[in-house]
């Protein structure tokens, strides 16, 4: 397998639409960025992953609506001859989730921490199809995947996902890029436990090469002590 770093250095950046491009950050793994023009925030990016084998396709987070995550999964479906697809919800904002209505439309299955579903429910989103405890570990083809809750932070419900193999951490909105100076929408946060969720994070997967955060470009550990210095 080649170094994370060193692939996404070789491969190049693929456009599938004027909102929604990908780039490789190993053999297997590409980050998906999507674009929505806010009416609080302007301009906004969002990140995902797409874990790629065997057949198998697995979505950290959707785009930001259906109409992107259905060109996602079909360039995917088209490139790699994807047959069975999973999705995973990091929390229950619309970077994360906007898409899961045709996930669902698809007979496509979806995970999430119990809480998410539980928000989700409350609030008449789009409910992912199962639950998850605080850690879980799949298992897709033999690539290893486990979600965490560190505690809560951007939101009550917040997990980050960890590919060991591939030594890439998925920090999501909880996380900030280099280029933040702020902690950006705090609406829904708990800023007193932010911090030591954190913390457990960096804990839990010191080994970690490549952090990527919900928006902006991804780095090392050192995204999450920055995050921690803006408080």
């Known amino acids: 397998m080649v170094a994370p770093g060193a692939f996404s250095q070789q491969a190049s950046p693929v456009r599938i639409a004027e909102d929604l491009h990908l780039r490789p950050l190993?053999?297997?793994?590409?980050?998906?960025?999507?674009?929505?023009?806010?009416?609080?925030?302007?301009?906004?990016?969002?990140?995902?992953?797409?874990?790629?084998?065997?057949?198998?396709?697995?979505?950290?987070?959707?785009?930001?609506?259906?109409?992107?995550?259905?060109?996602?999964?079909?360039?995917?479906?088209?490139?790699?001859?994807?047959?069975?697809?999973?999705?995973?919800?990091?929390?229950?904002?619309?970077?994360?989730?906007?898409?899961?209505?045709?996930?669902?439309?698809?007979?496509?299955?979806?995970?999430?921490?119990?809480?998410?579903?539980?928000?989700?429910?409350?609030?008449?989103?789009?409910?992912?199809?199962?639950?998850?405890?605080?850690?879980?570990?799949?298992?897709?083809r033999e690539i290893p995947v486990e979600t965490y809750f560190p505690g809560e932070g951007h939101t009550v419900d917040s997990i980050c996902v960890y590919l060991p193999r591939e030594r890439i951490l998925f920090g999501g909105c909880s996380v900030k890029a280099l280029a933040n100076r702020t902690l950006g929408n705090t609406a829904d946060a708990n800023i007193e436990e932010w911090p030591a969720s954190l913390r457990a994070m960096k804990s839990a997967y010191p080994d970690a090469l490549i952090v990527v955060p919900g928006h902006g470009a991804e780095g090392g550990l050192s995204l999450i002590d920055h995050t921690l210095s803006l408080f």
């Open 26 to 140: 190993s053999e297997n793994v590409w980050i998906h960025i999507s674009d929505l023009d806010t009416s609080q925030w302007g301009p906004v990016s969002a990140n995902g992953l797409a874990l790629v084998t065997d057949g198998i396709l697995v979505l950290i987070d959707t785009p930001w609506n259906d109409r992107q995550t259905e060109s996602l999964v079909t360039w995917f479906r088209r490139e790699y001859g994807i047959k069975d697809i999973q999705v995973i919800v990091c929390h229950y904002h619309q970077d994360n989730l906007g898409g899961l209505n045709w996930i669902h439309s698809q007979g496509i299955e979806s995970f999430s921490l119990e809480r998410t579903r539980d928000i989700c429910a409350a609030r008449n989103l789009p409910v992912p199809m199962n639950g998850l405890e605080k850690t879980h570990r799949f298992a897709f």
